[in-house]
């Protein structure tokens, strides 16, 4: 008469051998790991995505002739019209143009003072806006972009709308001597606190 043997047998290994359930364990983890995290030649590539600012900048650009239309006393502010054909290259080069007189401190041969007298300088706080089209150099457009994407329409009701005006900005020269990690902030395009920016906004320095 013959037994009935069921799946466990006495003396014998019920199931996967341990050392087989481990390999497979750590086979998984491993294969989790190498789709999750990206290898140091992915994050190259995610990080050089879009045009650089080396690619916009031409050194052979001539420099471009800029004038100051309108100066803000009470928002440290100053709007600068270039003409409509000057380039990102020459814009690029009036930011850093601009910086670099500020660190000489001959800034106030170029531009008004927009803190005069104050201790850290006549420009230890601006706002320099670099525009083509005069109507976005007033002094009202000017308000509202330095106030921002979140001011009240109603502060300033005859001025062109934040959302316009923002897309009009060239450039953006940001000082602030109080920021001693980083007092100079230049950009072609605009970009507020917030962080709302143009659809052109690239961060030079």
Not at 7 to 36: D, S, T
Not at 91 to 107: P, S
Not at 143 to 162: E, K, M
Request: proline share 7%; glycine share 10%; no cysteine.
């Amino acid at each position: 008469m013959s037994e009935n043997h069921g799946p466990y047998e006495e003396g014998k290994r019920a199931g996967v051998h341990p050392l087989i359930v481990m390999f497979g364990v750590l086979l998984g983890i491993w294969l989790f790991v190498m789709m999750i995290v990206p290898s140091s030649r992915n994050k190259q590539a995610t990080g050089t995505e879009g045009p650089t600012v080396s690619a916009i900048e031409d050194p052979e650009a001539a420099p471009v002739i800029f004038k100051v239309h309108s100066t803000i006393p009470e928002m440290n502010a100053i709007g600068l019209v270039v003409p409509a054909q000057a380039t990102d290259s020459q814009i690029v080069a009036l930011l850093k143009r601009l910086k670099e007189d500020r660190l000489a401190g001959n800034l106030g041969n170029q531009l008004p003072a927009t803190t005069p007298g104050h201790t850290l300088g006549n420009h230890s706080i601006a706002d320099i806006f670099i525009v083509s089209d005069t109507q976005f150099a007033e002094a009202d457009t000017i308000r509202t972009l330095t106030r921002g994407a979140h001011a009240p329409g109603s502060l300033y009701p005859g001025a062109i709308p934040f959302e316009v005006a923002m897309e009009a900005v060239r450039g953006h020269y940001r000082i602030d001597m109080n920021d001693t990690g980083s007092p100079d902030k230049g950009s072609l395009g605009f970009a507020d606190e917030s962080g709302v920016h143009s659809k052109h906004y690239r961060r030079i320095f």
